[in-house]
C-alpha cells in the first residue's frame, strides 16, 4: 500500500475546546440554578421561621425573634391584606405569610423554568 493509498483521518466530534466550552456553560448554568434555588430557600425558610415564631407566641423583644420579623417584613407586607390574621391558642398566625410562602414557592419554580428554557443549549 502506497503513502497515497493511505486512509485520511476523520475528525469525529467537536474539538476539545468546545467540549470544554460546552462544559463550562452547562455549569455555570447550573451555578445560576443553584443560586437562585438557594436564594427562594433562605427567603422560604425566613417566612417559614416567621409563622412558626408568631403562632408559638415568640417575645418580638428577643434579638433573633426581632431580627427574623424584621428580615421578613418585606417578603410577607403584600400578602398581609389579603386575608385576615387567624388565631391559635391565642397566638396571631398569619394566614397571609403562608400565601407568601405559597406564591414565592410558585415563583421560585417558574424562574427556574425561565433559566432552564432561556439558558439551556439546544438539543
Known sequence: MAAADAPVAQRTGPSAFTRGMRRLYRDLLLRLQQLVGLAFIVIEGIVALRVVFKAMGANAQAGFSSLVYNVSSPFVGPFHPVFKDGNINGHPFEL???????????????V????????????
Open 112 to 123: 427556574l423554568r425561565v433559566v432552564r428554557v432561556l439558558f439551556s443549549p439546544h438539543s
Open 96 to 110: 397571609g405569610s403562608v400565601l407568601a410562602m405559597l406564591v414565592f414557592a410558585l415563583l421560585a419554580y417558574l
